[in-house]
Nanobody
Framework: QVQLVESGGGLVQAGGSLRLSCVAS????????MGWFRQGPGKQREFVAG???????DYKDSVKGRFTISRDNAKNTVFLQMNSLKPEDTAVYYC??????????WGQGTQVTVSS
């Protein structure tokens, strides 16, 4: 079993920054990739950013150049640095993990609200 716990959400003005953290515990040796998803009001959950075991990263087009995913292997933690935030970034952000290619392990989510 893998447990994921997010933190770092909050309220920020447009143009501001936030950093989300996700601590993984349990059978972390089985994790191949970790990522961040979000679900805005009335929207489906969508992929935001991911990082695989080799360190390769991937991003949703609309966050490229503004968001950065990184990890601290010693602390079993993945971060999402979000800069130049926009109101449309408002959502519940979920940390996720994949043992193979499918993200199927989820944290409880953390709210990010960007005011205009």
């Amino acid at each position: 079993q893998v447990q994921l716990v997010e933190s770092g959400g909050g309220l920020v003005q447009a143009g501001g920054s936030l950093r989300l953290s996700c601590v993984a515990s349990g059978s972390i040796f089985s994790i191949n990739a970790m990522g961040w998803f979000r679900q805005g009001p009335g929207k489906q959950r969508e992929f935001v950013a991911g990082i695989i075991r080799t360190g390769r990263t991937d991003y949703k087009d609309s966050v490229k150049g503004r968001f950065t995913i990184s990890r601290d292997n010693a602390k079993n933690t993945v971060f999402l640095q979000m800069n130049s935030l926009k109101p449309e970034d408002t959502a519940v952000y979920y940390c996720s993990a994949a043992k193979a290619t499918l993200y199927d392990l989820w944290g409880q989510g953390t709210q990010v609200t960007v005011s205009s």
